[in-house]
């Protein structure tokens, strides 16, 4: 009634009809407030990289080298090696090198502590999907993450994941986005770009001590760590 009257008085005297922000506040009065513009979210979540990271310098440089220059399709990278070969330490490291290149986020996902119905949740909500919008089903929900991605130039890095059907779930429909993963296997049915990562060289192992040794022992107790070099 109110409304009706609102809206009657502004034609006949202005010549008018009720603005938006009127209709707002009227939807507001009745219980179902205008619906609020969405907001895209840029996601933030990589790692912190590690302040010393030490060598990889030819792994950097070949990974480097599979990013396309010309605005062609980004490829699927899987990393795969030993436990404890570094494997999650470089992805991170590189990631925050081309982080700049990727100018709608960075997704990360460690998918050794979630399962296939955590994971999907857990980009969904990196995405700005509230917990009651996410569908039901682990294909709506591939679906809904597929279309929220779609165009759209992002970092997805999927570490330490246990095959490759955990990582083929994950992977953006479109192929604007860089899909980055870890594992211990080899992934060769993703049909992704391969890099094993073996020991660091002797360089960067001496390297890698050096600085360790230097954080931890401080600028006083150089000559210690000589010693402990010495026969480098």
Not at 26 to 41: M, N, W
Request: net charge positive; charged share 25%; aromatic share 4%.
């Amino acid at each position: 009634m109110y409304k009706r009257q609102v809206h009657t008085t502004l034609a006949r005297d202005l010549g008018v009809d009720p603005g938006p922000e009127l209709r707002a506040a009227h939807g507001t009065l009745r219980g179902s407030p205008a619906r609020s513009p969405e907001i895209r979210v840029i996601p933030a979540q990589l790692p912190r990289d590690l302040p010393r990271f030490t060598g990889r310098r030819t792994e950097l440089d070949r990974l480097e080298a599979l990013l396309p220059a010309d605005g062609r399709a980004m490829p699927v990278i899987a990393i795969d090696g030993l436990p404890g070969a570094g494997k999650s330490a470089l992805a991170v490291h590189w990631a925050h090198r081309i982080a700049g290149r990727f100018p709608d986020g960075q997704i990360y996902l460690d998918l050794r502590e979630e399962g296939p119905d955590e994971a999907l949740r857990s980009v969904l909500s990196a995405l700005g999907v509230a917990g009651r919008d996410v569908p039901d089903g682990a294909g709506a929900r591939a679906g809904l993450y597929r279309s929220l991605v779609a165009g759209r130039r992002m970092i997805v890095l999927l570490d330490n994941a246990a095959d490759a059907g955990q990582v083929r779930q994950l992977l953006p429909g479109g192929a604007e986005s860089l899909v980055v993963t870890t594992a211990r296997t080899r992934m060769t049915e993703l049909a992704a770009a391969l890099l094993r990562l073996g020991p660091l060289t002797a360089d960067e192992a001496h390297d890698l001590l050096v600085r360790r040794l230097t954080a931890a022992l401080g600028d006083r107790d150089w000559p210690a760590l000589r010693m402990c070099i010495r026969d480098r």
